[in-house]
């Protein structure tokens, strides 16, 4: 039997989680088709990162085997998460160059962000604040009590549907990209950006 056949449906707090996929975050299609499956694509990307690299050369950093590289970056240019780079000089016709086919955010650049995204981050924090006490209100108009919850048990969720409906509001005005189409189907708009202890990219 499919899940919801006949059913009640259920919408998740990420739409990954989901056999049947949701409504909430553009980047969940990644994970949702399984495009990142394995931990040796993930190491893939996080080499690339630092800079395009051949197959050859990706075989040798991750110690792994030229087919088993050359089929995972394969599936992952297939799957549009890597793309041949352009511009590195050759030292064959044949050679390629591959680097993750979506904005890494590198140290500095991060760190350029950090003053206007602290501050918007503030800002929301102080409106989801001055919310509280109407959103609690709401919450006692509801059966949530009668069936054993409480307000604190539905915090995460109202955060995350204001979160996401400010989103889809920001995407209808034109602010916020739509999620993208890609060549298998699968819908989404992905980044990585390094991560804050200097560590691999994530």
């Known amino acids: 039997m499919g899940v919801g056949d006949g059913r009640k449906r259920l919408e998740f707090a990420c739409e990954c ?12 299609g990644v994970a949702l088709k399984r495009l990142l499956p394995a931990g040796t694509k993930e190491e ?14 990706l075989a040798r950093q991750l110690s792994l085997s030229g087919p088993s590289v050359f089929t995972h970056v394969s599936e992952m240019v297939a799957s549009e998460l890597l793309r041949e780079a352009e511009g590195r000089q050759k030292r064959y016709a ?16 991060r760190a350029e962000f950090d003053e206007p995204c ?8 102080a409106l989801f604040a001055r919310h509280l006490a109407r959103l ?4 006692d108009e509801t059966t949530l009590a009668a069936r054993g919850w409480g307000f604190d048990d539905l915090a995460h969720y109202l955060y995350a549907r204001a ?29 990585a ?4 202890d200097g560590e691999e990219p994530t």
């Open 136 to 139: 609690r209100e709401a919450f």
């Open 94 to 109: 044949a050679e390629r160059y591959y680097e993750p086919n979506f904005p890494v955010v590198c140290h500095a650049d």
């Open 17 to 28: 989680v989901s056999a049947r996929g949701g409504y909430s975050d553009p980047w969940a």
């Open 193 to 196: 950006e390094e991560s804050a």
């Open 118 to 125: 602290e501050e918007l981050a503030g800002e929301l924090a």
């Open 44 to 57: 893939i990307l996080c080499s690339l990162a630092e800079e395009p690299k051949t197959i050859a050369q």
């Open 163 to 191: 979160h996401r409906d400010a989103r889809a509001l920001l995407e209808a005005r034109g602010a916020l990209p739509p999620r993208a189409a890609h060549l298998n189907g699968v819908e989404w708009v992905f980044w």
